[in-house]
């Protein structure tokens, strides 16, 4: 049983080589010559290199089993548990081991490894020994990653005139369109012509861009103005005395435009209805002309600086529709999803997507992954950019690959996020004190643990561990935090609806006035005249003087057809047929007619027995 004894034996066994072929290479004698064997001799095997001192190495299981297999007994090679590594490195001796009992029942059930015909000891002892690398503390120094160097595709700012003098309504309709504004009144007067011809309720006129100015003027009034019912604000009672918006438009009337508000084309709606539960069918399809056009204007006029963020923005929302998600630990619990790309320094929503739901979600990476992929167009973007986010996106795999593409990024993570570092050597102590720094590096990523109340952990491949920098915590000052949050929410123009696409087009509204805020604030800044720009809350009431103004100073008069034609309310005879009004006034109301006239809006006979049409005009 003495070493020595082993050291010298393998000697006279080398000359004496064992069939291979007939026995598996896990029951081979240590000393055979063979090529298959795992070591060439016994001799290159120094059992006194392989007793060590070092607590994170094992090499007893190494030594025993040379010395069973020399023995000839039966010894199996089993990969060691956590649990066996951490008692006998704290034991330090090659007694036998002292597992935990959840070890021994680990154990039980692994499958032998006997060292393959290619290995050798070196290997062996390699498999079972793991350097990790230990976190280090606030008192270690790191190095910072080199910066990436910052090259956007356009001038970051403002991207637009600014030695102009741009009024707040100009500045609106940068985002509000008069060609988008014409397309949704076209879209508007359609949807109601459809809604008459079915019989609903409200007295319907054309609608032109002068009422339309007035309704959208009213709408951002009732973010200023708050009553608890829509009607109150045509109340003429105390306290609801308002002189605007009655002054301007009858309650029936904007309710009428309410009703009948439509984005998209109404032809359009009904042959994509008929694609649903199809690859065609397009979930934003009532929203498009005005979701479109807000992304194209909110990227076109404006560049972001360096700092850019993403993060998600819940539109609250309760309609009957599959797109609506739920968030039990959000303030606003129901709504729609919308993930949002925005210019740290001040705001401005530079590009967002609507979250149409998993099933849209085909990337192996996951929605955390895509969103943030889908929001950066680097060829539109730029290179050299710092990306903010939080612990719903940040992983690994996303800033190594944003790292490729010349773009930084940093944010707190999940510990349970894969490719985070599982070490535990030198780990934060359970009690740790509030400022207690952990770090360590991986693949040029820094990973730090900060004590704070509780453990935040943070990932970036931009920042050194320890920056010297300190920052200035929240402080109440008279029971309030003071904050710099863009205030959209304080004025929301937001209205009820159980339309999915009418809260759309409420909040696309204050995307606009936001952004064109932004914009009036950085172009404000810039002049030399010490002009002070306007507050939110300042931006929004002259926005809505501008529109009353414009709505009163427009000539357009409502598109009235000029003469009076026969029309079909369906697409043939047999649609949508109607109580002939010549008829009906005469006593006889089984007559029905599909033909109706255009300009008066009259059901009639047009058939070549019966002409109501021609004796209604000709007044008989």
């Given at each position: 049983e ?9 000697c ?17 004698d240590?000393?055979?010559t ?7 001799s ?7 290199s ?7 190495v094992?090499?007893?299981r ?6 069973k ?20 490195s ?21 499958t ?13 002892a390699a ?20 910066p990436?160097?910052?090259?956007p ?18 500045l ?32 319907w006129?054309?609608l032109?861009l ?11 009034y009732?973010g200023?103005?708050?009553a ?15 002189p605007f918006p009655k002054?301007?438009?009858?309650r029936?009337?904007f309710e009428?435009?309410?009703w009948?508000?439509h984005l ?12 649903r539960?199809?690859?065609?069918f ?32 819940i ?6 529709i ?7 630990d959000?303030p606003?619990?129901?709504g ?14 530079w ?8 099933s ?6 996951g929605?955390s992954?895509?969103?943030v ?5 680097f ?12 612990n719903?996106?940040t ?11 010349k773009?930084?990024a ?6 349970n ?17 509030k ?16 004590m ?45 609806t ?19 805020h932004?914009?009036?604030k950085?172009?404000?800044e ?7 720009p ?11 003087a501008?529109m ?7 000539e ?17 005879a ?14 006889d109301?089984?007559?029905?007619t599909?033909?109706?006239c255009?300009?008066c ?10 002409n ?5 005009h000709d007044?008989q």
């Amino acid at each position: 049983e003495e070493p020595c004894e082993v050291k010298e034996e393998p000697c006279e066994v080398k000359e004496e080589p064992f069939e291979v072929k007939e026995e598996p290479c896990g029951d081979t004698d240590i000393s055979g010559t063979e090529s298959e064997s795992p070591y060439e001799s016994a001799e290159e095997v120094s059992l006194q290199s392989l007793s060590t001192s070092d607590p994170g190495v094992v090499p007893s299981r190494v030594t025993r089993w040379l010395i069973k297999r020399k023995r000839g007994e039966t010894a199996e090679i089993f990969t060691p548990s956590s649990e066996q590594v951490k008692v006998e490195s704290q034991t330090g001796s090659d007694d036998e081991y002292l597992p935990s009992k959840r070890a021994r029942h680990q154990s039980t059930r692994r499958t032998p490894l006997a060292p393959s015909c290619t290995q050798s000891v070196s290997t062996l002892a390699a498999q079972e020994v793991t350097a990790v690398e230990p976190r280090k503390n606030f008192k270690e120094e790191d190095t910072p990653p080199d910066p990436h160097s910052f090259s956007p595709a356009r001038q970051p700012g403002p991207v637009l005139d600014q030695t102009a003098s741009w009024t707040v309504l100009q500045l609106f309709q940068l985002f509000f369109s008069r060609a988008t504004v014409k397309t949704i009144i076209a879209n508007t007067n359609a949807n109601a012509e459809r809604r008459k011809l079915d019989g609903k309720k409200y007295k319907w006129t054309m609608l032109t861009l002068k009422e339309f100015y007035l309704f959208l003027a009213i709408i951002v009034y009732t973010g200023l103005v708050r009553a608890h019912k829509r009607h109150d604000y045509w109340k003429t009672g105390f306290p609801y005395n308002h002189p605007f918006p009655k002054n301007k438009m009858s309650r029936d009337r904007f309710e009428a435009i309410i009703w009948s508000l439509h984005l998209s084309n109404p032809k359009d709606d009904e042959e994509n209805e008929r694609q649903r539960n199809s690859p065609n069918f397009d979930r934003l399809f009532r929203i498009k002309p005005l979701y479109t056009e807000i992304v194209t204007a909110c990227k076109s006029f404006y560049h972001p600086r360096r700092n850019i963020s993403i993060d998600e923005r819940i539109v609250a929302s309760k309609a009957r529709i599959g797109m609506k998600q739920y968030h039990k630990d959000k303030p606003t619990k129901w709504g729609h999803k919308l993930f949002v790309l925005a210019d740290s320094s001040n705001g401005y929503m530079w590009n967002f997507f609507v979250y149409t739901g998993k099933s849209n979600t085909t990337s192996e990476h996951g929605l955390s992954y895509t969103s943030v992929m889908d929001l950066m167009p680097f060829s539109a973007l730029g290179s050299g950019y710092t990306l903010f986010v939080d612990n719903f996106y940040t992983s690994p795999a996303l800033f190594k690959d944003l790292t490729k593409k010349k773009t930084g990024a940093c944010g707190t993570i999940r510990k349970n996020r894969s490719g985070f570092p599982k070490t535990s050597v030198n780990d934060m102590p359970k009690n740790a004190a509030k400022g207690e720094v952990r770090w360590i590096t991986e693949d040029k990523l820094v990973f730090v643990k900060c004590m704070d109340k509780r453990e935040v952990t943070v990932c970036s491949s931009v920042h050194a561990a320890l920056s010297g920098k300190t920052v200035k915590r929240k402080v109440k000052q008279q029971g309030v935090r003071q904050t710099t949050q863009v205030p959209s929410s304080y004025y929301t123009v937001l209205h009820k609806t159980m339309k999915w696409y009418k809260t759309f087009f409420y909040h696309f509204m204050d995307i606009a006035i936001v952004n064109a805020h932004i914009l009036h604030k950085e172009i404000t800044e810039t002049k030399a005249d010490g002009t002070r720009p306007f507050t939110q809350k300042e931006f929004r009431e002259t926005l809505v003087a501008e529109m009353v103004a414009f709505a009163a100073d427009s000539e357009e008069q409502r598109e009235e057809p000029a003469t009076c034609m026969p029309m079909y309310y369906g697409e043939d005879a047999t649609a949508n047929r109607k109580h002939c009004r010549r008829c009906f006034n005469a006593g006889d109301k089984r007559v029905k007619t599909p033909i109706y006239c255009r300009k008066c809006k009259v059901p009639l006979c047009f058939t070549s027995k019966k002409n109501c049409f021609a004796a209604w005009h000709d007044g008989q």
